[in-house]
């Protein structure tokens, strides 16, 4: 009993420093990843001078550079360390999909690296065009009824 | 000083993720779904914007940001095409993001090819 309890305590304490550790390295490589953004978005808008247009190259640029490193690499080092701070910006959903297409070359192009380029992506957007039809339905209809909500955005 | 912002949001973005992972059983491939609905919920009740306008990169480039775009396109596309519009306006409006991921996952795959014995 004494034991288990004091198992208990040195589990709950060991999880606690890990668990503030891992938020402390998903927080400065994640917000890293999201500074590199601000940092690409502000040169390239010297360009374009177009919010919209600036933004998407941004993202564009962020995967790229995702692709680029998984390949050779770097990109699940850092991972190993960040956490969530490489899977939540967008060069996690580029890697993602770079990474089950570098590891199933194998097996074709297209049942190999053809399919398992979705297999965590797909999910990802299945549900995320399902929930943006859902949206434009709801305010489709509630424009009918004369209420407006897509100015919100 | 949008640096800062940006570093800051984005990176307590991440630490709520990994607090969900390290806590809960959610999948990292849950997470990034997870997100992307969010952004999208966000975006529709008109939240999210104003978190992008604070913030920047650091509410842009985070999942939440590309759920955001899908709810801007299907709202844009809405108000535009109408009914056609719901259908068409979400993924048109992330369609960039998405067919670049494509493109250079293809293009990694190709030139990076994963060795037999990871197999």
New interface residues.
Partial sequence: MKKSMYAAYVSKKA?RS??FR??LL??????????L???L??WIYQFSADDRMA??F???A???L???F???GWYDKLASY????T????T???N???SP??????EGMVMG?GAK?FV??G???L???V???I??????LL?IFGI?????? | M??LK??????????I???????TALT??R???A???A???L????V??SFVDFA???A????T????L??????????DQ??L???T???AA?S???C???L???????????K?E??
């Fill in positions: 999880a890990s668990l891992d938020c998903a927080f400065l490589i994640g917000g890293g990843i999201c500074c953004g601000q940092f978005f502000t933004s998407g941004t993202s564009i962020l995967i790229f995702s692709c680029l998984t390949g050779i960040a956490g969530a701070g899977l939540v910006p967008i996690g959903f580029a993602a999909m770079s297409a570098i590891d199933n070359t194998a690296l380029i965590i992506c999910p990802v957007i549900y995320g065009c929930f943006s039809v949206l434009g339905l709801i305010a489709y424009r407006d909500i897509t100015g919100v955005v | 949008e640096f940006a570093f800051i949001c984005g990176g307590l973005l991440c630490v993720a990994q607090i969900l992972i390290d806590k990292p491939a997470i990034l779904t997100y992307v609905c952004g999208v919920v975006g529709g009740i008109g999210y914007k920047g990169c650091g842009t480039v985070p999942l940001g590309f759920g955001y899908l709810a801007r396109g299907a709202l844009e596309g809405v108000r109408g009914l519009g719901a259908f306006g979400g993924l992330a960039g993001g998405i670049a991921a494509m250079f996952s293809l293009l990694a795959g190709i030139i990076f090819p994963g037999p990871n197999l």
